[in-house]
């Protein structure tokens, strides 16, 4: 068995924590956040990384009748697509969503038979989907799982917010049963739409620094840790124990949903209406260059995951 130091490692001269490449470049440094990318698998994290996560509730203080009207429209048709992919290998059983939010997954998995479960960190969106669903609340690192125990596990959106992915990912491998099925989302660090904030950023020396914040969730509780592309988060889950069985690229908006992601941004109606179009342009230039914003999979369970570092 392979033993691997923790990814959370915070000395930046550390060989990556993923492939085991010495050499690093900046990729950006801003408000205190910095940023490097292993030139040996392309891995994009931040660096020095927090030793945890205080508790936090990104939801505190939003609307989250507007988010889940937000959720409908976008995330539900996404969600349909990679149920759809994840029913051609387990058409039932147990099946843990992490990071379930409101439950609108957990709705779905219900609707084609799963007995469905969730884990979720904002007490907000907690008490919305305990009311259809056995939601428990927390992190995953902080709540203990049956091993051998679910049949699909989800991770929409999650695993760029986790400061070390290589044990989260074991425990989600011990928590599945023998040919398992994982699904997971994550920017892509080939997107056109973080490459267009991070280029803004570069050639205004630094003074363009909104697309990149937002982008990077940086003012958030739960901030983006890691950028991935196919190659390297390939290594990170045949390091943990799984086999890629589908991929495909989505992108991280639709023209329909800017509104709702433009609620904070800027509010003059001249300045809304430029970025309506630069993302426009945005969505359909990363279509034809196939730099689409998120990485969609579908793993399965196989072999043995590492073992402890
Ligand atoms: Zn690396």
Redesign the pocket.
């Known amino acids: 068995m392979i033993s691997l130091p923790p990814m959370a490692a915070n000395n930046e001269d550390r060989p ?1 924590s ?4 010495g050499k690093h470049r900046l990729h950006f440094a801003l408000n205190g956040n910095v940023f490097r990318r ?1 030139r ?4 994009i994290k931040m660096a020095p990384l927090p030793e945890r996560l205080a508790k936090g509730d990104d939801y505190a203080g939003y609307d989250l009748e507007r988010q889940r009207q937000f959720t409908r429209l976008f995330f539900v048709p996404q969600y349909w697509r990679a149920l759809r992919l994840i029913q051609r290998y387990k058409s039932g059983g147990r099946l843990l969503d992490v990071g379930c939010g409101t439950g609108e997954f957990l709705d779905l998995a219900r609707q084609e038979g799963f007995l469905a479960f969730g884990i979720e960190p904002s007490e907000r969106a907690l008490f919305i989907a305990r009311r259809s669903h056995p939601v428990a609340w927390g992190e995953l690192n902080d709540i203990s799982l049956k091993e051998n125990f679910f049949d699909v596990v989800t991770l929409w959106s999650v695993l760029e917010h986790v400061i070390d992915p290589i044990s989260f990912l074991r425990k989600v491998w011990l928590s599945l049963k023998k040919d398992g099925i994982l699904g997971l989302r994550v920017p892509s660090s080939r997107g056109l739409l973080a490459l267009s904030a991070l280029w803004l950023h570069r050639l205004s020396a630094g003074k363009i620094k909104r697309p990149l914040k937002v982008i990077y969730q940086l003012e958030w509780h739960y901030k983006h840790f890691y950028y991935y592309d196919r190659k ?1 988060i390939a290594l990170l889950l045949e390091k943990c124990g799984f086999e890629i069985l589908e991929t495909y690229d989505e992108s991280a908006y639709s023209i329909s949903s800017l509104d709702f992601r433009m609620d904070y941004l800027p509010r003059s109606k001249a300045l809304r209406t430029m970025l309506k179009a630069a993302l426009f342009f945005n969505l359909h230039l990363s279509r034809l260059l196939r730099r689409q914003d998120e990485l969609v999979i579908v793993a399965k369970k196989s072999g043995r995951p590492l073992s402890s570092p």
């Open positions: 990556c993923l492939c085991g490449g292993c040996s698998c392309g891995l390297n």
